[in-house]
C-alpha cells in the first residue's frame, strides 16, 4: 500500500505524521500493494481541513474533515471514511469481486456496522438522451447556470472533446476533460 501526507500551506509535524501512519497501518494489512491513501492538510481561517483519498481496485472514496487540530481532523476523516466503506459494502462486492474490498470490509465489519449494511437499494430511475452541444467553457459555464445545474456536459469546440463543467464548494467552478 502506498500513503502520502502532504501539506497545503501547512507543515505536517513529526507527531502528525506518526499518528497519522499509526492510523493507516491498522488498514495497510487488508489492503494491496497497488492501493493507495492519500491525506492532504490544509490550513483555512484557524481550522485544518483533512482530506483523505482511498483508492482500492480502481475505486476512489474520499472525506473530508474540519476542526481546529490536524490529528483530530484525520481521525474525524478516517472515522467518516470507515463509515462510507461500510456503507457501500453490499453495493460494491454485488458488482465488483475484489479480494482487496473483501478483506477491507471484512476488517471493518462490527456489531454497531450491522445496521448501516441493511441500506436501501438504490436504482437508477430515469435515463436521459441529448445532444451534444460544441461550445467553449464560459458558454458551457453560462448555459449551466441558465439551467440551474450543478454540472453540464458539453463537446469542447477546441480540442474536440466532451468536457463536464461542474460547480464546487466555495462558489468556484471546474471542468473535467475526459479522455478517451
Keep these: 500500500m502506498k500513503f502520502n501526507l502532504q501539506g497545503i500551506n501547512v ?3 513529526e507527531r502528525i505524521k506518526e499518528h497519522a501512519t499509526k492510523k493507516i497501518n491498522k488498514l495497510e494489512r487488508n489492503l494491496a500493494a497497488q492501493d493507495q491513501v492519500e491525506a492532504k492538510f490544509s490550513a483555512v481561517n484557524n481550522s485544518v481541513i483533512c482530506e483523505l483519498t482511498l483508492k482500492v481496485d480502481g475505486y476512489f472514496y474520499r472525506t473530508t474533515a474540519n476542526v481546529n487540530d490536524a490529528t483530530v481532523a484525520f481521525d474525524q476523516a478516517l472515522d467518516l471514511m470507515e463509515r462510507k466503506l461500510r456503507k457501500h459494502k453490499t453495493r460494491i462486492l454485488k458488482h465488483h469481486h475484489s479480494e482487496s474490498l473483501k478483506r477491507l470490509y471484512d476488517e471493518l465489519q462490527d456489531g454497531s456496522a450491522a445496521a448501516e449494511d441493511q441500506e436501501t437499494v438504490q436504482k437508477i430511475t430515469k435515463h436521459k438522451r441529448f445532444n451534444i452541444a460544441v461550445m467553449d467553457e464560459e458558454e458551457a459555464l453560462l448555459q449551466m447556470q441558465l439551467l440551474g445545474h450543478s454540472f453540464f456536459l458539453y463537446l469542447n469546440g477546441e480540442t474536440g472533446k ?19
Design 162 to 180: 466532451v468536457n463536464v463543467i461542474y460547480a464546487r464548494k466555495a462558489g468556484e467552478y471546474g471542468v473535467m476533460e475526459l479522455e478517451y
Design 11 to 13: 507543515k505536517i509535524s
